[in-house]
């Protein structure tokens, strides 16, 4: 199996992963009122396990690498936090179609973003298969997806913008350098709602199960962190963020599945626009890697 391949697989594990994430928060208690105290134990959370993470991989060094802080990494931590902020905010005032929709966007805003920062061209297969994700996506949320707010969209936008920008920023940094910036992330995330907290004298308490459902949701989140995080040594920002759109169909599945107890039921375009948004995905992979090994043939 190739490095490419490996990456592939790896990526499209972290947005399954990630694709849990609209049925924890949507499982809360009161999801409007405990957005900010859910935020910070998320955030914690994250910075808990990435942390072990480094530290078995790294020992000694971790301590003098985390206080390497440099432009880029504190760029990506708040780009990443905006995108954690965004989503919750998005997913706790709207459907989880619309949410994941605003994500859809991703591939084209990551790879316009490292074009202009880092200079990483988009090949044609890449943008064709963005095209069709997007179309499938389009195909998903016809007619009745937008029955959440207005305000639910626009976080939704910011979080997909945020989580391109942070790709980028992963992408211009070196082994393990690259899981600092999610560190960073967590950090902030927990201190600017913990400030946001303080800002609105919101009192700071959470339901036992809200708390547990946050944690359980930094353990989601830090996981597919680390998965992705692991396959952007290999891959372009336009496809990291293509690869993950797998949480796009996932989350509104898991969202439906009554058995989870949401059941959102998704509409035949739902469903026909999720099974084109995972063609693509395998459309994306497979052309890639094609041609990859071609180039390698020659």
């Known amino acids: 199996m190739s490095e490419h391949i490996k990456a592939v697989l790896i990526v499209v594990l972290s947005g399954l992963i990630w694709s ?7 499982n809360m208690i009161d999801p409007q009122i405990y957005q900010l105290p859910y935020l910070i134990i998320r955030g914690l959370t994250v910075t808990v396990i990435i942390a072990a993470y480094l530290i078995i991989k790294e020992q000694k060094n971790f301590i003098l690498n985390i206080l390497k802080i440099d432009k880029v990494s504190v760029i990506g931590g708040l780009c990443l936090t905006t995108a954690m902020i965004g989503f919750i905010y998005s997913i706790s005032n709207t459907t989880a179609a619309v949410t994941l929709f605003m994500l859809a966007l991703m591939p084209f805003l990551a790879s316009l973003i490292a074009l202009v920062f880092i200079n990483e061209k ?3 297969q890449n943008f064709i298969s963005m095209v069709i994700a997007f179309i499938g996506a389009l195909i998903m949320i016809y007619a009745s997806a ?12 910011i979080s997909s913008l945020g989580f391109a920008a942070f790709t980028v920023a992963l992408r211009s940094k070196s082994d393990f350098k690259k899981f600092y910036i999610l560190i960073y992330a967590g950090i902030f995330c927990a201190t600017i709602s913990c400030c946001f907290m303080i800002i609105n004298n919101q009192e700071i308490y959470l339901p036992l199960k809200n708390i547990l459902l946050s944690i359980s949701h930094g353990l989601l989140v830090a996981s597919g ?3 992705f995080s692991i396959g952007s040594k290999h891959l372009l920002s336009g496809e990291l963020t293509m690869l993950s759109l797998l949480e796009v169909v996932g989350g509104i599945f898991w969202a439906w599945l009554p058995i989870l107890g949401i ?3 998704p509409s035949t375009n739902t469903i ?3 099974i084109v948004i995972c063609l693509a995905i395998a459309m994306n992979s497979y052309r890639f890697d094609k041609k990859r090994l071609q180039n390698l043939i020659r």
């Open 122 to 124: 988009i090949s044609k």
């Open 263 to 265: 059941n959102e039921i």
């Open 146 to 157: 937008f029955s959440g707010s207005l305000y639910g969209l626009v976080m939704g936008f």
């Open 272 to 274: 026909v626009g999720g």
């Open 20 to 26: 849990f994430g609209p049925l924890v928060v949507k």
């Open 225 to 227: 962190l680390i998965l």
